[in-house]
């Protein structure tokens, strides 16, 4: 639920798979996108299981899909459609406090043997892959006085280590496989009957009735349809998208609604406030000699590794491309303030293009709790428009300098010893840019996102006139609606929010079954 783990983009015309297709391959990315697009979930209170089923309405009339308790809804997520994702992070949900779960984790989903519930644990496993010149290098941490950390989900956070990620060995083949979300739920439930899962769709609003959420409406094929729920409707649209649907469902902001000529039925000034996302700017150098994963992907370099992850299922086509970093505060604090990716690559794409691919090594550095804020708005009325998003990077001054302060400790870092003298040349931000002005503007060049934006109709106290949902996450001023996704969250997490997502759709599940709060395991903040 929420964030499956990895971004994906429009399907290419004519790659057309039938849902059942797309879920014979739950690892593929192609598959998240299926289910994100696919609109309607239905789903049976008092029945645990779930299943996929696909129903087509030949006549292209107005088309009911009735459920006996819930709809969940997934409008097609647009966020960075046709960019790649960086690497999700798993917490271990063991500390209250909100940067524990920074790091990435290695490890298995397992599925509890309880058919009446899908839990999401994890099991640690070793790092399968490790670049001796770059990053296994830079793990050791002690060039620049920062402490070994064996587990970023752990006791502490701060630290140098290795990465953890959501991925284990395939019990059938053995080879080392992500698991996102589909993998890990969907396809356990796929084959039960009471399980509908509609692809191709465009959810277009809520539908709201007497002040009660009573289902939604959705475009496919050309037709207008709908799926109405007896219970509730829950909205995992994505951060994005869920603040945009509840507006196109005229609740939102009020005068924001009328200016679209969309009629408010709950003033909600919240609603697509509060945004927050984890971004990142980068120091990429050269190598004087062969490193990391450059040309790996090429000629027989690529046969090789392919071979060998298919016979051994192990080698470079096990990595997930940023094996270690550091959690560190650049102004000496213990609580981290940045993630410090360390990629054995000259990692580019259509944000950071101007540096030549070649050998080298880049450590990014990733703002764990920035200070600004930014919005989510309609572009228009029409549901098939984008939402305007302002991230707002840097819109607080404090965010800038603490990450003006990170390129200078990286760029240490990337002189000093055991990787200084592997470094040929500092391609970005360049030895020429030094004073606070020059890399005031290679930030505002190359700042990107990290994936992580939440926070867009966000919970809150009574009394809070911007907290769109209570503590349950239920829509103020709506009866059977609750948002279910990273859009509820107050706050960024210290971290990725893959796994905070994935919790907080499970705290969910438990609050629409009445289930009591479990109790904390620390009370630490």
């Known amino acids: 639920l929420g964030n499956p783990g990895h971004q994906v983009g ?27 697009r696919g609109g309607v979930i239905e789903r049976r209170e008092r029945e645990p299981a779930v299943r996929e089923q696909v129903g087509e309405d030949s006549a292209g009339a107005e088309h009911h899909h009735r459920a006996e308790a ?11 459609a046709g960019r790649h994702h960086r690497l999700q992070q798993e917490p271990r949900a063991r500390h209250g406090r909100q940067d524990v779960g920074g790091g990435l984790t290695q490890g298995r989903l397992v599925r509890d043997t309880d058919p009446h519930r899908t839990h999401l644990r994890l099991v640690q496993s070793p790092t ?4 001796d010149q770059g990053v296994a290098q830079f793990r050791r941490g002690s060039g620049c006085g920062i402490a070994y950390n064996p587990d970023f989900n752990g006791e ?54 007497n002040g009660r959420a009573v289902g939604i409406e959705y475009r496919r094929g050309g037709a207008v349809e709908r799926a109405h729920a007896r219970a509730e409707v829950l909205l995992a649209a994505g951060t994005y998208n869920t603040a945009k649907l509840m507006m196109l469902s005229g609740l939102g902001p009020a ?43 090429r000629g027989w370099a690529m ?67 920035p200070k600004a804020r930014g919005t989510v708005k309609l572009r228009s009325a029409d549901p098939a428009d984008r939402p305007v998003v302002d991230s707002n990077f840097f819109g607080d001054p404090e965010d800038l300098r603490i990450t003006l302060a990170s390129i200078r400790f990286a760029r240490r870092r990337a002189a000093t ?35 992580h934006p939440v926070g867009s109709a966000r919970m809150g106290p009574d009394g809070d006139p911007m907290a769109v949902l209570d503590a349950e996450l239920r829509v103020r001023g709506v009866e059977g609606l609750r948002v279910i996704d990273a859009a509820a969250m107050p706050f960024v997490p210290s971290g990725n929010t893959n796994a905070p997502t994935m919790a907080l759709a499970s705290r969910a599940v438990a609050l629409i079954r009445g289930e009591a709060a479990p109790a904390a395991a620390d009370e630490r903040r």
Request: aromatic share 4%; charged share 25%; net charge negative.
């Open 156 to 209: 502490r956070q701060a630290g140098v280590g290795v990465m953890q990620h959501t991925m284990g060995r395939d019990g059938r083949s053995g080879r080392m496989e992500r698991c996102d979300a589909v993998r890990a739920f969907l396809s356990q439930v796929r084959d039960d009957p009471r399980l509908t899962v509609v692809t191709d769709a465009l959810v277009t609003r809520v539908i709201v009735e």
């Open 128 to 131: 399968v892959c490790l670049d």
């Open 303 to 369: 046969l090789r590794n392919g071979l060998q992850y298919m016979l051994f299922g192990t080698g470079p086509v096990t990595t997930t491309g940023i094996e270690s970093c550091l959690f560190y505060d650049p102004d000496g604090g213990e609580r981290p303030t940045v993630q410090l990716y360390c990629a054995p690559i000259v990692y580019l794409d259509r944000d950071v293009s101007s540096a030549e691919p070649t050998h080298g090594l880049t450590l990014t550095s990733c703002l764990l709790r």
């Open 255 to 297: 005068d924001d609604l009328k200016a679209h000529g969309i009629a408010p039925l709950v003033d909600l000034p919240g609603v697509g406030q509060n945004l927050q996302d984890h971004h990142e700017v980068p120091v990429i150098a050269s190598t004087k000699g062969p490193s990391g994963y450059f040309g790996q992907d």
């Open 10 to 36: 429009d399907r290419a015309p004519g790659n057309h798979r039938s849902p059942a297709e797309a879920v014979e391959q739950p690892g593929h990315p192609q598959l998240s996108d299926e289910v994100q």
């Open 70 to 80: 819930r709809v969940l809804q997934r409008s097609h997520d647009e966020l960075g």
């Open 417 to 451: 010893p055991p990787i200084g003298p592997k470094v040929a040349e500092e391609l970005l931000p360049g030895a020429g840019l030094v004073t606070d002005a020059e890399l005031t503007e290679f930030c505002g060049k190359t700042v990107k996102t990290n994936y």
